[in-house]
């Protein structure tokens, strides 16, 4: 706007307002008009949008992106469309973090115990505890590498199991099994879908699937895409907690991912695949997040 550039000018008495005004092509008398009109009523409104935004980024530590923070101020009551949203975040300079490439980790094992995909990229469950699917990633602390195993509900994207140890032993895929089977408590057998690891294709790991009623699923060696829902969660992890600071040692990792998983990913984190609700808000029936602010 004209009057706008004439007052950041005349803010550093560069220029003479009447000068610019005539050079311009406006009148001096136009412009005190407008600077004594105060601000409009939508740009109060966006500084109100604006402090509701650095409030969200403070709430979830500045993770969230354009949608995210659309869908928060959404489920809040804040109707408002996701290209005000990220021209204010843009001019305040707020983005949400982003991910690394993708880093293929899986190690086949000698003597694998095969079994068929029965998902085939089709990562979605009609109910709870019908269709799981997990993996493992590493961490590195400076006490050495520490390694996270994780089991995700299909049907709510929930972290419902999850081990955290200093080895990547057959174990350590049966503790996150334990915790999920603890705390779903599923009456009916679940598939467990995975990737080809020597962990998911052990004769161990077969032999226990069967005692606790799980159905093994796999997915190609080395294809990421085949175990998406769990790359994707390990993406979201390390871009939004273990880049972000060190890990001296593995009582800090565990006591932070504790925090993260059960504090904000399963209760706060709006997932774009739910649209824009909270595993929990999903689970609870929601189906959209105009529901929440209704």
């Not at 095969?114 to 602390?141: M, Q, S, V």
């Amino acid at each position: 706007m004209i009057f706008a550039a004439i007052a950041g000018w005349a803010d550093s008495d560069e220029y003479d307002v009447s000068f610019m005004c005539a050079e311009l092509g406006v009148s001096t008398s136009g412009y005190h008009a407008w600077r004594g009109r105060g601000p409009s009523a939508r740009q109060v409104e966006d500084e109100q949008i604006l402090a509701e935004i650095r409030t969200a980024h403070e709430e979830l530590d500045g993770n969230p992106g354009v949608r995210r923070t659309w869908a928060h101020l959404t489920a809040a009551g804040r109707r408002i469309s996701p290209k005000r949203v990220h021209r204010l975040m843009r001019a305040a300079g707020l983005e949400g973090r982003h991910p690394k490439a993708w880093k293929a980790t899986t190690v086949a094992g000698e003597d694998p115990v095969n079994a068929p995909d029965l998902i085939g990229r089709h990562f979605t469950a009609a109910e709870p505890n019908t269709a799981w699917c997990g993996d493992i990633t590493y961490i590195k602390t400076w006490e050495g590498w520490a390694y996270l195993a994780t089991v995700i509900d299909l049907h709510s994207r929930a972290l419902v199991g999850w081990a955290l140890d200093t080895h990547m032993r057959t174990s350590l895929v049966t503790d996150a099994l334990d915790l999920a089977l603890a705390r779903r408590a599923p009456t009916a057998p679940v598939i467990f879908h995975s990737d080809r690891g020597t962990q998911y294709t052990s004769g161990e790991f077969a032999d226990y699937c069967v005692n606790n009623k799980i159905i093994r699923s796999l997915g190609k060696t080395g294809i990421c895409y085949d175990n998406a829902v769990s790359e994707s969660f390990f993406a979201t992890y390390k871009k939004e907690l273990i880049h972000t600071k060190p890990w001296p040692d593995m009582k800090r990792l565990r006591r932070e991912t504790f925090l993260w998983i059960e504090g904000y990913y399963n209760t706060k984190r709006r997932h774009s695949t739910l649209g824009y609700l909270t595993p929990a808000e999903y689970e609870l029936g929601y189906k959209t997040i105009h529901e929440l602010a209704a």
